[in-house]
């Protein structure tokens, strides 16, 4: 599993929301994501052949998280 796709990935979905929030740091999000990296909680999603996103479960004391990025592929098919 390719955590540095992985991480570039991530930091490209949370930048709007957080840069929005005055809370993005190009450094901050990427140590963020390898800190928090469990590769046996995380799938990649494959589209066509292609790694397009992946999906997480984050285990927490009291919760359990799913949390979701995708690579912005849109289907432009009617």
Same mark, same amino acid.
């Given at each position: 599993?390719?955590?540095e796709w $992985? &991480?570039? $990935? =991530?930091a490209e979905v949370l930048r #709007? !929301? $957080? #840069?929005? $929030?005055? %809370?993005?740091?190009e450094h901050r &999000? =990427?140590?963020r994501m =390898? *800190? *928090?990296? =469990?590769p046996q909680n995380t799938q990649v999603i494959v589209v066509d052949g %292609? !790694? *397009?996103g992946s999906i997480s479960l984050r285990e927490e004391q009291d919760a359990r998280w799913i949390e979701g990025s995708d690579a912005g592929r849109g289907d432009s098919s009617s």
């Open positions: 599993m390719d955590i $992985l &991480v570039e $990935l =991530r #709007a !929301d $957080l #840069a929005r $929030l005055g %809370a993005f740091g &999000v =990427r140590e =390898r *800190a *928090a990296f =469990r %292609a !790694d *397009a």
